[in-house]
């Protein structure tokens, strides 16, 4: 059984701070991650891709992927009550175009 | 604009009726996916599709059909085979090819059966 697993929260950060989202995953094969943003009620938004180990920033987001340690991550900088919200990963493990997703992460960011 | 619309945003059956959710793009993808989402869960794939007349089962595929004779359109039909079939169902798409698998997703349709 392909697995990914993330903490379900809630996360709760005060506004300003760094918000740190955690996913880890059991098919070594993985080849492609993924951070998507799910407001209450709405469906996801891509927020965050990454394919290769190491870092990879897009303004106040950075992803960050450790294969070796199946081990993939996203860091919210200058955290905004906007940001509240359950960001999912999802991970594709190469066999085809299909995505395995945890099942989320509630962020809370307070005032 | 691109994107991917699905409708109805609500809709209401009862118990033993077959219903039918539309999903259309027009982001050119050659893949499309259904997905279904129940409270406080992750997304758990029914069907995908990665070309015109071809689709597999995903992970919870009972219950479901699909076809796929447009490349635009993927409906999916929930049979009153389907045990629990109220949930919120999502439509999403992607390009095929060298792993950029980005998945883009429409707006959702909400499903509740009595």
């Known amino acids: 059984q392909k697995e990914v697993e993330q903490n379900s929260g809630p996360l709760s950060v005060p506004e300003g701070a760094i918000a740190s989202l955690n996913c880890t995953y059991s098919?070594?094969?993985?080849?492609?991650f993924f951070w998507y943003r799910q407001y209450s009620g709405k469906s996801p938004e891509l927020i965050m891709s990454i394919y290769s180990n190491g870092d990879k920033e897009d303004g106040r987001f950075t992803a960050q992927l450790n294969k070796a340690s199946q081990y993939v991550s996203l860091l919210i900088r200058d955290s905004q009550p906007s940001d509240s919200a359950t960001y999912l990963c999802a991970v594709n493990a190469g066999t085809a175009s299909k995505l395995t997703f945890g099942t989320g992460t509630r962020l809370q960011v307070t005032l | 604009d691109g994107g991917i619309t699905q409708s109805p945003k609500y809709l209401f059956r009862k118990e033993g009726q077959n219903v039918t959710l539309s999903c259309e793009q027009n982001?050119?993808?050659?893949?499309m996916y259904w997905y279904r989402q129940d409270p406080g869960q992750g997304l758990r794939l029914i069907y995908y599709?990665?070309?015109?007349?071809?689709?597999q089962k995903g992970d919870i595929a009972e219950g479901y059909s699909v076809s796929r004779e447009k490349k635009e359109s993927f409906p999916l039909t929930v049979t009153s085979a389907q045990k629990n079939p109220t949930a919120f169902y999502l439509c999403?798409?992607?390009?095929?090819?060298?792993?950029?698998?980005?998945?883009?997703f429409g707006p959702g349709t909400r499903l509740t059966v009595t």
């Open positions: 999403a798409s992607s390009i095929v090819g060298q792993g950029d698998y980005e998945q883009y």
């Open positions: 599709s990665q070309i015109v007349n071809d689709f």
């Open positions: 098919d070594r094969g993985s080849q492609s």
């Open positions: 982001l050119n993808h050659d893949a």
